[in-house]
T-cell receptor
Framework: GENVEQHPSTLSVQEGDSAVIKCTYSDSASNYFPWYKQELGKRPQLIID?????GEKKDQRIAVTLNKTAKHFSLHITETQPEDSAVYFC????????????FGTGTRLQVFP | DTAVSQTPKYLVTQMGNDKSIKCEQN?????MYWYKQDSKKFLKIMFSYNNKELIINETVPNRFSPKSPDKAHLNLHINSLELGDSAVYFCASSHETVAGNTIYFGEGSWLTVV
């Protein structure tokens, strides 16, 4: 079946440093890639998304890049802050079932003050 | 106002019992989902309904039965609960836009089977 691989599973950075999380997807026709942030004990919430006709998208300190040829996309967080500590999930929408998002396995980001 | 609300938030029950989790969304979305998040934090889709019609039914034991009385509600009933059913169950909803179909999650229901 289709899947999304996500790396690393855990990431520790010092406050102010950058963090990068990478995902690879298998459905070459996937066209929508959201990123979700889940704080401890809370629900996953959308933080940024990108469609396949765009190579990069930025929103303040976060950005997402997409390489369709290589079938991978990445989340970049700059100037990290302790409140960025959470589990981050990437996802890819299947081209043949647009109701279905396949989630990556999650990255636990810890930002140390 | 909570956009996607589910009850109960916490549920502790014994093996073999039957339990239900209710979900309602007030966003006017056509599609609703149930996701399961296990202890390793993996998020797996279980079911998807579009306008009360079942669209996605992953390989979930038939002890799990979703019911959608209308497009704003999607309940999950679980029969003969097993230890392995312990997880967080998230209800969610979405609707299609030009940008994509953003999924909005409820706050989750923590199910513990003892």
């Amino acid at each position: 079946g289709e899947n999304v691989e996500q790396h690393p599973s855990t990431l520790s950075v010092q406050e102010g440093d950058s963090a990068v999380i990478k995902c690879t997807y298998s459905d070459s026709a996937s066209n929508y890639f959201p990123w979700y942030k889940q704080e401890l004990g809370k629900r996953p919430q959308l933080i940024i998304d990108i469609r396949s006709n765009v190579g990069e998208k930025k929103d303040q300190r976060i950005a997402v890049t997409l390489n369709k040829t290589a079938k991978h996309f990445s989340l970049h967080i700059t100037e990290t802050q302790p409140e960025d500590s959470a589990v981050y999930f990437c996802a890819a929408r299947l081209s043949y079932n647009t109701d279905k998002l396949i989630f990556g396995t999650g990255t636990r980001l810890q930002v140390f003050p | 106002d909570t956009a996607v609300s589910q009850t109960p938030k916490y549920l502790v029950t014994q093996m073999g019992n039957d339990k239900s989790i209710k979900c309602e969304q007030n966003l006017g979305h056509d599609t609703m989902y149930w996701y399961k998040q296990d202890s390793k934090k993996f998020l797996k889709i279980m079911f998807s309904y579009n306008n009360k019609e079942l669209i996605i039914n992953e390989t979930v034991p038939n002890r799990f039965s979703p019911k959608s009385p209308d497009k704003a509600h999607l309940n999950l009933h679980i029969n003969s609960l097993e230890l392995g059913d312990s997880a967080v169950y998230f209800c969610a909803s979405s609707h299609e836009t030009v940008a994509g179909n953003t999924i909005y999650f409820g706050e989750g229901s923590w199910l513990t089977v003892v």
